[in-house]
């Protein structure tokens, strides 16, 4: 087991955080998966001038790991109030779950159990690599008279007061945490707090499908309310403030002053335990097939950013739809997650400049992290994941056509195919998104609303879909329909000699050259007969004579 103290390196930060000094981290050594990519873009602040400003460091993690051709671990941590926690996280959890425990585990209850031990674990040990903080903090405290309120103190003790300060920094914020592990071929999606997990797949229809795997541990999830509300908490002050603490996660990794230090805070006082806690909701085995279209995981950054520009309520169907359209014109993962973190934060930041109504919502967002793992979703310019297919990329990323005009076909250019993980369904062409029926009878557009708990209950409830809007939260979770990029292309009927029937019917124009006379032939043929446009060259010949 790795000791509790590891680096504050950071792993799948971005490179301009790493030129300020990224610390070594027995991470790196870790082989990176290439079936996945990572966009990252920092919190912007923004201002009516144009000029954009960070308003703190770079505060989420990630990491994409394979330990071996059955093994892969991936993971999004969103920090606040600072990195240390997501910092700390991200290099823990792999050793919490790559250094031998998933070895003799087979059945679907053991792996969620060892994901479930891997958090508990990993905040333990956060909370021990800053023991020895606690313990100076305490003797420093000691040194201040009983009673002293905190002016007065930074009045007549300021250097004491500075370096209490400075500690309390050294033990602040914690981290959300979204990790997913494909083992024995299996999915498992084990989560802290409000980044997501999306699972992508494909119907019989071939209609992409969107369910979110992870539960929002916030304000704005009933059951994390009904839980709060047995700990003796008012829950209707704590949706007015929209936070516990300094973050609006009711569970999370490390943030002492949510959890040890609880009763310092006067909304989380009356809780006779700490509220806040470090849990994981686990889902799994989701089983990875032909089926299998790509999994996404985001930090709250991204989808929330997009939902205050947009205003849509189902903002986990766009992001998919987003990442399905790069994969048109991309030729590689980090491109397509690159490319969606760019257009979201391009919408957010022209939101800002362009809608007034919105302009004090959208003026500011967080740091946003997106991973995307393929699995049989063709990529342009590329093979399948395994190399078996290449595709035309398709040149717009969706069908904008006149809704009586047939969509584009986009036919594949077949290569030997070496594995069976890119089936004939996958190859269809692009269409817009059909159109929400507002009638009672579900469309082809069908929202399949699923409520995970967070003792790993799901109630589904399918609900016809509408253009009404949600204002109570962004979560879409549950399975969504939309269009795939490609539709299943029609089998060309061919001739005795292998070639494609005619598909133009000349029969009038031979009925019409049976009735002309034989001048008339003569005529026609000497009007259709090439012509030069310049009067010909005559050159003479040249008789050439030998010199003696």
Known sequence: MANSRLSNGSVGSPPRLGLQGHALSWTDDLPVCQLSGIGF??????????????????????????????????????????????????????AE????????????????????????????????????????????????????????????????????????????GGTTATVALICHKNLYVANVGDSRALLCTTD???????????????????????????????????????????SDSTRCIGDYHVKGGYKDIDILRSAIREPVIADP??????????????????????YQALQDATGCDRVNVEVARMVAAEFSVQSTLNGVAQAVVDKVARIHHDTYLT???????????????????????????????AGSASYHPVSIPFYQGRANSQPPVSVPNYLPVTTTSTSDSDLMSLTSPQTPTASGTPGKDTLTESNTSGSGQSTLNTYA????????????SGETRFPSRYYQTTKLDLDENGKLEAYIDFS?????????TEAQRESLNAETKPKSAYEPITEESESFVPEN
């Not at 019989?204 to 541990?217: A, N």
């Not at 909701?281 to 790509?294: E, K, N, P």
Request: net charge negative; proline share 2%.
């Open 508 to 516: 009038d124009f031979y009925r019409a050259i049976d009735k002309l």
């Open 97 to 172: 779950l790559l250094l031998g425990q998933l070895v003799e585990t087979t059945s679907d209850d053991e792996i969620k159990e060892v994901l479930n031990q891997a958090f508990i674990a990993v905040e333990k040990s956060f909370f021990e690599s800053i023991d020895h903080v606690f313990a100076e903090k305490t003797t420093i405290q000691l040194q201040l008279p009983e009673g002293l309120n905190h002016y007065d103190a930074c009045r007549q003790f300021p250097e004491i007061m500075s370096k209490l300060d400075e500690l309390e920094r050294n033990i602040t």
């Open 355 to 385: 809608s007034p109504d919105k302009k004090q919502l959208c003026q500011k967002r967080g740091d946003i992290t997106l991973l995307v793992r393929n699995f049989n979703y063709p990529l342009a310019n590329a093979g399948s994941p």
């Open 41 to 94: 873009s920092t919190n912007q602040v923004y201002r009516e001038d144009g000029i954009r400003r960070e308003l703190h460091e770079f505060e989420d993690r990630s990491f994409h790991f394979k330990l071996n051709d059955d093994c892969y671990l991936y993971g999004v941590f969103d920090g606040h109030d600072g990195s240390k926690a997501s910092n700390f996280t991200s290099q823990r959890m792999p």
């Open 465 to 476: 879909s509408t253009n009404s809007t949600s204002t109570n939260s962004t979560q879409s």
């Open 204 to 246: 019989d229809e071939g209609m992409l499908r969107v369910m979110q795997l992870s539960v929002d541990h916030s304000l704005m999830n009933e059951e994390e309310l009904n839980r709060l509300a047995q700990l003796g908490l008012d829950t209707d002050q704590l949706k007015q403030c929209r936070h516990i603490g300094s």
């Open 281 to 302: 909701y686990v889902h799994g085995g989701v089983t990875i097939d032909s089926s299998s279209c790509f999994l996404i995981l985001m930090s709250d950054g991204l």
